[in-house]
């Protein structure tokens, strides 16, 4: 039997280059936000949105406890509140992305499971937390000594707005 999935979207980030806050960007007629709760929704059996606490979204999101703007601290929380042991943490800003790339993170999840870009989007298991709690505030460098597997997934699903021009796919 497969395991069950919690998907936590990450919604915290300061959006400093983009210029207004991301996930209310419109992307397809659709916010960030919603586009990405909507995956989250299709792939897994519950969903955590983490940011700060004060973002003005149409569903609940879960404050991170840290005032610094940093996608570990939005990690850290939503596996903690997470109440599966597997977790695909996506970022509000990566649009393209679809369910069997979310399935596909999972499925090969030891500790951890990246694309070859990165830590976000992945597939996280509670076993991480000791060593994303560990101080580092890079997940990339926190997450160096587990066991981490990484999945080739087509580069158009990784694509990431960065700027008002970005939304335009």
Known sequence: MADRLTGILLVGG??????????RALVGGETLADRAWRLL??????????????????????????????AIHGLVAGLRAA????????????????????????????DVATPPTGPLPGAYRKSALDALQSGERSIRRAIAVLDVVTVELPPELLVNVNTPADVDL
């Open 14 to 23: 300061a959006s400093t280059r983009f210029g207004s806050p991301k996930a």
């Open 41 to 70: 929704g299709e792939a897994c059996d519950e969903r955590i949105a983490v940011g700060k606490g004060d973002e003005e979204l149409p569903f609940p999101v879960l404050g991170d406890g840290v005032d610094e703007h940093a």
């Open 83 to 110: 109440t599966t042991d597997l977790s695909v943490v996506v970022p509000v800003d990566m649009p393209c992305l679809t369910p069997d790339a979310l399935r596909a993170l999972a499925g090969a999840c030891r």
